[in-house]
């Protein structure tokens, strides 16, 4: 008996939530929670606090339609902030952080009635929750554009004679050794490897998304190493004021860091969340199916570089840019090109297979075949990045999982 109440009760859940959904919500009535693992002193989780408040102007939600809470730890805090936030009366509720994604899925299984949201989330596909949906961007084009400006400030830098080594060599500060580090790195790398041929990359994880201190430390290490250019893909400014300090150039991630570092930083990539959170907004009040995974693009606006700082990058950076992002967008050239002859290799042999870790297991088990057509299929399977290949003229100097 108790098992067909606990059915009965699940199936008018789920009609609740289904009509709930069905209906939208009048604009008026719609409350936003966003919840960050940082605050503004991260650059990552800045960058969400920025975007969810240019969204809410864009729209024209009022203030109090809004909700940040920063500081949430990945662990079961979260999802009880998250229920926190359902109380306060968010109908859509959001978190940042890859960690946060568990906590999540529980908090919209207690409520079926609200959209939960998830960033860089792996597991939407394969839960099958009508109201838990990740989102990503294609950052590795972002990535690659700025990796281009790098390979042209490595140009004028080996034409003025002042390499530290033999060939060009790029350090870069890793949180962990994840496919969304991995990508992000790799596609750093092809675009300075576009214009510049020669050069090498090493990288250093620091085993966290934040710590301004090991951030500081790796950057430090790797221009001790012989590093001419350092990029990084960890949330403080740790390594950017690294470079400050040691007048090296500095390729950012989230955001422009040239008010503290006006020497040395060149142009960073960051991803845009506002047009996701318009469209989160937006499908809700007109009661339309939110997508489970939704890739944003150069062309959505949510792929987007820094205004260069002329005063650090090489002359024709700016142009150069722009006409590979024409490229881009118009598909004549691809991030991950595995038909241009020695562009993409491993252990000196061309890419012409990849099986991908798509459908997230505890055993990370290869399932799609990502290489087609020429080039490596990022992020057109799932919104989350799963490229992880180490390739050739990359260095790992360390691992941090």
Known sequence: MKKIVALVLALVLCLTAAASLADGIAKEDIKLGIITLHDEQSTYDKNFIDSAKKAAANLGLAEEQVIIVSGIPESD???????????????????????????????AKEFPEVTFAHATGTKAHTENLANFHNAFASIYEGRYLAG??????????????NLKGEVPMIGYVGAFTY??????????????????????????????WYDEIGEKAAAEALINAGADLISQHADSM?????????????????????????????????IDWAPYFEYLVNQTIAGEEIATDWTGTIETGSVVLTDVNEAAAAEGTVAKIEEVKAELLAGTRKVFDTATEGFITVDGKPVTSKLADVDTDAAFTPDTEAVAD???????????PYFDLTIDGIELLNSAF
């Open 238 to 270: 740790g390594a950017p004021t690294a470079c400050e300090s040691a007048g090296i150039p500095n390729i950012s991630y989230n955001g422009s860091t040239v008010d503290a570092c006006p020497n040395t930083f060149i142009v960073a990539s960051k």
């Open 77 to 107: 805090e979260c999802r009880q902030k998250a229920l926190d936030l359902v109380d306060e009366g968010c109908n859509i509720v959001f978190a940042d952080s890859f960690g946060h994604e568990d906590f999540m899925i529980e908090a």
């Open 148 to 161: 281009v400006a790098a390979g042209l400030k490595l140009n004028e830098i080996k034409a003025a004679g």
């Open 374 to 384: 020429g080039y490596f299929h990022e992020s057109e399977f799932r919104s989350a």
């Open 179 to 208: 496919a969304e580090v991995i990508s992000g790195y790799t596609s750093f790398y092809l675009g300075a490897k576009s214009v510049c041929p020669d050069v090498i990359m090493k990288v250093q994880f620091t085993g966290s």
